[in-house]
């Protein structure tokens, strides 16, 4: 394993990114509930209540929370810069929870006093997180492209926050802002391909060539792919400066979308072949289950941007839901499963077994947590993609709801798996 260039002494305590990923199970929960009790109704039409609720189950419980667990466990070890009151976490912790809670519940049928405190929590939220945040990747005492990434996944989190505010006023008794498809549109791609596929770009960077002893990318085609990035999403933003009589074949929202096709390419096509290629050429060749994760998630990717266009230009709502399917939990979520599966082990290890190396005998990293259960988690994960793809495109409703009981055996699992590494001592 290499960890050169690496400050691991800057590390956070243990128990924030653990907080944060002990949470990952329970938003699956949530997911799976809201299929069992409302069924195709959530996998049907994407404006839907039930489906706004399930997306953002799953890209605030479950992406969301990985990644903000992330972002405070890398920053000092990559950025060589600790964040500054970095026991803020707890607190941004709860509040995510109780907005979350508070936003899901005013989409299936709450109070409009529900949105408010949602709103509200957020707002403490993301301030609480990104300022710290912010404060330690601008001021770096390492730069690379792993760096330059997460300052662009943490700008597009700031800018996806705001955006999102302004729309989830409407469901507290607020107008919804105008031209909403527009700013959809942009609030999906700043999410997608800046915070979530920026942050996916800049962690594989450092962890593949780390925990599988696969080639690194050069550093110009990490130049190169990032300025792509910057500038797919960047682009849509170009919309508002143009009049807005398009005819229905060029709308905004669709125009919109255009713009952010180099970000799409990079995010979606280039990365994850560049990935793929780079894992089959890792210099340790024995098996690794961690690595089913990773090869699934991103040769599904590589699905994306033909469902995407089929997403934006046919009138099928069923596309745009498998879209946000395949996105989510075919790919980002599958991704963030299987590097859970290998940092948390890390973190245990270095956290309460490293400094006794030498000292006295210590259990390996890879002892930690059985390849069995890792590959069971896999089977689960990937039956419950796959079931719940079959569930948008034939629209049963049993389907869908066999999706929400699979997605609770998703998340027993995940939750096992998680306790049982950071129980180990």
Do not use: C
């Not at 189950?57 to 929370?65: D, E, F, K």
């Not at 705001?162 to 507290?172: E, R, S, V, W």
């Not at 980002?332 to 599966?341: C, K, T, V, Y």
Request: no cysteine; hydrophobic share 60%.
């Amino acid at each position: 394993m290499r960890t050169g260039g690496l400050s691991l002494e800057q590390a956070p305590p243990l128990s924030i990114p653990a907080s944060f990923f002990l949470t990952i199970p329970l938003g699956i929960l949530a997911t799976a509930l809201i299929l069992m009790t409302f069924g195709i109704t959530a996998l049907g039409n994407p404006w839907a209540p039930q489906a706004l609720a399930l997306a953002h189950a799953g890209t605030l419980g479950v992406l969301a929370m990985g990644m903000a667990g992330a972002l405070y466990q890398m920053t000092p070890v990559v950025a060589g810069t600790p964040i500054p009151f970095t026991r803020i976490a707890y607190v941004v912790h709860l509040l995510l929870v109780a907005a979350l809670g508070g936003f899901i519940w005013r989409l299936l049928g709450g109070p409009v006093a529900a949105m408010s405190w949602a709103i509200i929590g957020f707002k403490l939220a993301m301030a609480a997180f990104l300022l710290p945040l912010g404060w330690a990747l601008l001021r770096p005492a390492t730069h690379n492209e792993t760096v330059q990434g997460m300052r662009l996944a943490a700008l597009s989190l700031t800018a996806v926050t705001l955006i999102g505010l302004m729309m989830a006023a409407g469901y507290a008794g607020d107008l919804f802002p105008q031209s909403r498809v527009l700013w959809v549109q942009i609030h999906l791609t700043l999410a997608l391909l800046g915070w979530v596929g920026g942050l996916i770009v800049a962690v594989s960077w450092q962890v593949i060539p780390m925990f599988y002893l696969a080639p690194a990318a050069d550093k110009s085609t990490k130049r190169w792919l990032f300025s792509l990035l910057l500038l797919g999403l960047l682009l849509p933003f170009a919309v508002f400066y143009f009049p807005q009589e398009y005819g229905n074949a060029l709308s905004p929202s669709r125009i919109a979308a255009i713009g952010a096709l180099p970000a799409a390419l990079v995010i979606w096509v280039m990365h994850p072949a560049l990935m793929l290629r780079n894992i089959r050429r890792r210099k340790r060749k024995r098996s690794d289950a961690s690595l089913l994760f990773w090869n699934t998630g991103l040769a599904t990717a590589l699905t994306l941007v033909p469902i995407a266009i089929a997403a934006l230009w046919l009138p099928d709502p069923r596309w745009q839901v498998l879209f946000g399917w395949v996105a989510i939990w075919g790919w980002a979520g599958m991704i963030m499963h299987g590097m859970l599966s290998r940092i948390v082990p890390f973190l245990v290890w270095f956290h309460r077994f490293s400094a006794r190396v030498g000292l006295e005998p210590v259990p390996s990293m890879r002892s930690l947590l059985s390849q069995r259960r890792i590959r069971l988690g896999f089977v689960l994960h990937i039956s419950s993609f796959a079931v719940g793809a079959l569930a948008i495109v034939s629209q049963l409703n049993l389907l869908a709801q066999f999706t929400g009981l699979l997605l609770v055996a998703t998340a027993i699992s995940l939750f096992s798996m998680l306790l049982h590494t950071l129980k180990v001592t």
